[in-house]
């Protein structure tokens, strides 16, 4: 069974750098194929793809989003973090990590989610 | 602005049969990547619903997707109250340098 959690800060203030951290079990960042991303939701609004990360280091950003965002893998630990910077009031939304599957590090299908974390950008 | 384009709300009687349109573009839709759907309950996570024209195990066959050129759709036949939720298809765009879209989502209220 895989399950992924997210973690982090519930509240950020304008400007400052959000680091979230996604710890999965179930799967291995090594294994071939797989791959941990990133997608958020704004409160009502639709969901927005933001970063992935593959079993091979490979990295794969949101064009909108690729200035401010970085995702790091820790294979040993089993964890995924992601960093955006400079965050403004319409960062405000839940932040989930998905299992990304798939054959390559193109395509494939977010298999299982992680039950999201809020984050509200205020001062 | 999403980059697929889902209709805002659908709404059917228990028992009918209601589809989501998913309408995308040469470089996302109609190339050979598939459309996957999911569905979010009200204060939950998405769940895998759909993967290309498959189902994950535990998913009644009530659900199924089918995609055509450039769009999808998601049918849900023998509708039931425990169907209403958020529907978002999603499939990889190989414009730039290749990204995941999401659809801007569809409501589905059981009448």
């Known amino acids: 069974q895989i399950t992924l959690k997210e973690s982090g800060p519930t509240l950020v203030e304008p400007t400052q750098t959000l680091t979230l951290t996604c710890t999965f079990s179930g799967l291995s960042l090594s294994t071939s194929g797989v791959g941990v991303g990133w997608i958020r939701q704004p409160p009502g609004k639709a969901l927005e793809w933001l970063a992935v990360?593959?079993?091979?280091?490979?990295?794969r950003y949101s064009p909108s989003l690729k200035r401010r965002l970085t995702i790091t893998g820790d294979t040993s630990k089993n964890r995924v973090v992601l960093s955006m910077t400079n965050m403004d009031p319409v960062d405000t939304a839940t932040y989930y990590c998905?299992?990304?599957?798939?054959?390559?590090?193109?395509?494939?299908?977010?298999?299982?989610w992680g039950q999201g974390t809020s984050v509200t950008v205020s001062s | 602005q999403s980059v697929l384009t889902q209709p805002p709300s659908v709404s059917g009687a228990p028992g009918q049969r209601v589809t989501i349109s998913c309408t995308g573009s040469s470089s996302n839709i109609g190339t050979n990547y598939d459309v996957h759907w999911y569905q979010q309950l009200p204060g939950t996570a998405p769940k895998l619903l759909i993967y290309?024209?498959n189902r994950p195990s535990g998913v009644p066959d009530r659900f199924s997707g089918s995609k055509s050129g450039t769009s999808a759709s998601l049918a849900i036949i023998g509708l039931q109250a425990e169907d209403e939720a958020d529907y978002y298809c999603?499939?990889?765009?190989?414009?730039?340098?290749?990204?995941?879209?999401f659809g801007g989502g569809t409501k589905l209220t059981v009448l």
């Open positions: 990360i593959f079993w091979d280091d490979t990295k």
């Open positions: 999603q499939s990889y765009d190989t414009s730039l340098s290749g990204f995941w879209v």
């Open positions: 290309g024209n």
């Open positions: 998905a299992y990304r599957r798939g054959g390559s590090s193109t395509g494939g299908v977010f298999d299982s």
